[in-house]
């Protein structure tokens, strides 16, 4: 049982997001301007990585606070397994209100996440009974600005589920939002954002491909292309990234004239990077790179007042210690995690794992 009163936690993982890329990280272009304002006054940590460079595995291992070589979820291996405990299931067990929103196939049913969470949203294949109204107002947004990968449609669901459970003392909220993985092509006003930049001498169509789903030709050596084109096609990645931003603010404005967000508790953090021609890698699931496996992660505990850069050694796994310090579950000797509240208590020899399998389904 929780030991404090009306707890709201919230993990939001911005899918394929770079820290290099986010204003708030030092990005010269300013593409979080809203994360600049409404969570600067958090523990910001400026040396967290990821378990791995591909979706599934890195979500088992933030709802699960183990290494991809524990929780068994790598290579091919997308479902989570048996036996394990997950972060959504032990506090729905202890009495808590839980949303779970995906957008991508690998966080499903079928995966085994639906049955962990009081109400479970696959956006990518249909919407909830109680979303008919989302859905015709996100449906109207894209057909007048362009597909914005359905985070419009997810920071309207969230705002209901927080009013059709706001007599709940307990809440948690899971969100995956797939904004920033390619195809690069933000919807509206954002396209024309950082245009001005002083990149010449790119080939516009082939960059259109790479933003697109062209970088599987580039890794195979089928294309190729310059340092120039792929500067361009960051810019589009930039574009798809102060989308998001503009929609987090969004909804942390909502948060606040709800009286709720001083006492929730943010972790905004990514599942990986994202690479862009080095090492003659695109896009991500291929490799253990720094571009692939450092992320951003911020965490803004209840009434915290404080803007922290914390640079000790933390992971995603951390996540799963620190929520479940609050509450009455027992970690054992397998976890290797740390409490990011007691980030100052965290060996700077730390040890961290990065594993990789063969995706065969991608090749």
């Given amino acids: 049982m929780n030991r404090g009163n009306k707890r709201l936690v919230f993990v939001i993982i911005m899918d394929a997001t770079r820290p290099d890329h986010l204003s708030l990280f030092g990005s010269k272009r300013d593409t979080t301007p809203n994360l600049v304002r409404h969570l600067s006054n958090s523990l910001i940590f400026r040396n967290a990585y990821s378990t791995t460079s591909w979706t599934p595995g890195a979500h088992a291992s933030i709802i699960s606070g183990l290494y991809l070589h524990q929780h068994g979820c790598y290579g091919d291996s997308f479902d989570l397994k048996p036996g394990i405990q ?33 109400h479970f949203i696959e956006l990518w294949k249909k919407r909830p009974t109680w979303g008919i109204i989302s859905d015709f107002k996100s449906k109207l947004y894209n057909i007048c600005n362009g597909s914005d990968n359905k985070v419009f449609e997810s920071v309207l669901l969230m705002k209901k589920w927080l009013k059709m459970t706001s007599d709940q003392n307990n809440r948690f909220i899971f969100i995956n939002l797939i904004t920033a993985h390619n195809p690069y092509k933000a919807p509206g006003k954002w396209k024309k954002l950082f245009l001005d930049s002083k990149i010449k001498n790119y080939d516009e169509d082939r960059v259109k491909h790479l933003s697109d789903s062209g970088g599987y030709e580039f890794l195979s050596g089928k294309i190729s292309a310059t340092e120039e084109d792929w500067e361009m096609v960051k810019t589009f990645y930039d574009q798809e990234i102060a989308y998001m931003d503009f929609r987090l603010g969004e909804f942390f404005e909502f948060l606040k004239n709800e009286n709720l967000f001083d006492s929730s508790e943010i972790f905004l953090t990514a599942d ?16 253990l790179y720094e571009d692939l496996i450092k992320i951003p992660l911020i965490y803004k505990p209840s009434n915290f007042r404080d803007g922290i850069n914390v640079e000790k050694p933390v992971s995603l796994i951390d996540i799963f210690t620190t929520i479940l310090q609050d509450t009455d579950y027992k970690q054992n000797s397998m976890y290797q995690t740390f409490d990011l509240k007691k980030y100052s208590e965290i060996p700077e020899e730390r040890i961290r794992f990065f594993e990789f399998g063969r995706p065969k389904s991608i090749l």
């Fill in 272 to 287: 990986h990077g994202e690479a862009f021609g080095k090492h003659d890698l695109a896009y991500h699931t291929f490799g």
């Fill in 86 to 118: 997950y972060l959504p299931k032990i506090l729905t067990e202890q009495g808590y209100a839980t949303l779970g929103i995906s957008l991508t196939p690998y966080l499903s049913e079928q995966t085994g996440y639906k049955k962990m969470f009081t």
